[in-house]
């Protein structure tokens, strides 16, 4: 685990690191993914990562940001408005779908950064983009970039998206007890979900948000989502 163990304690010496890491595509990328995917226990099935054939998906894009802390980057996440459209309620990276005004799906990424958690996108210097991820409840075929930030940057929520930002370390995220597969019953049926237990378990990252943060792992050379 080359990458993984050095860069919980690296400073700026991490920014060079993720550089290097996202400067190609992940090999066995797609496997990463549909780990991800809660397993119905009844049936074994899991929802896969890219669409059906004929799928006529929406474009969105997340920023993954990278704060690189003194003593060591921390990825920041949001936690979403319970009433929202989609996604309400869960763990994310500040994003959304594509507006017609969007020149690119980065240019919506930082966008959305900016208006989710006033992310001032001057900050942020984007060093690489991870696979493109599918999620079936939504119907969004989600870009992620990953963006460095510096460790003085500020970031306010938007009270009518976002209930609270929070950020962990990769230190912690890369912890071999931080991987789980937890139990967990919905409508009526029990799902095995893969998850990264936080902050002394206090928060589970799961689904589409833990898959893209796995994603930027395995780079690292995590691979704890095989064991």
Do not use: C
């Not at 979403?80 to 017609?100: C, E, K, T, V, Y």
């Not at 003085?152 to 930002?165: K, N, Q, S, Y």
């Amino acid at each position: 685990m080359d990458g993984a163990g050095e860069i919980g304690d690296r400073g700026a010496g991490a920014g060079e690191l993720l550089r290097s890491a996202l400067a190609k595509p992940l090999d066995g990328w797609r496997e990463v993914y549909e780990s991800f995917s809660p397993v119905d226990l009844e049936t074994g099935e899991r929802r896969g990562r890219v669409p059906p054939p004929g799928t006529d998906s929406r474009r969105a894009a997340v920023l993954v940001p990278v704060l690189l802390e003194p003593e060591g980057p921390r990825l920041v996440y949001t936690v979403r408005r319970g009433d929202l459209q989609d996604h309400a309620g869960q763990i994310s990276f500040p994003g959304g779908g594509m507006d017609p005004s969007d020149a690119s799906l980065m240019e919506t990424a930082l966008r959305e950064a900016e208006e989710e958690i006033d992310l001032r996108r001057n900050l942020v210097e984007i060093v690489g983009e991870l696979e493109e991820m599918y999620i079936p409840p939504s119907n969004f075929r989600v870009s992620p970039f990953v963006g460095l930030l510096p460790a003085e940057a500020e970031m306010v929520l938007a009270p009518d998206e976002v209930e609270e930002i929070f950020t962990v370390s990769i230190e912690e995220l890369l912890a071999p007890k931080t991987f789980r597969r937890v139990l967990w019953r919905r409508d009526g049926r029990d799902y095995e979900v893969p998850v990264f237990a936080v902050e002394g378990s206090r928060r589970e990252i799961w689904g589409a948000t833990a898959a893209m943060t796995a994603a930027l792992l395995v780079r690292l050379g995590w691979d704890g989502y095989r064991a």
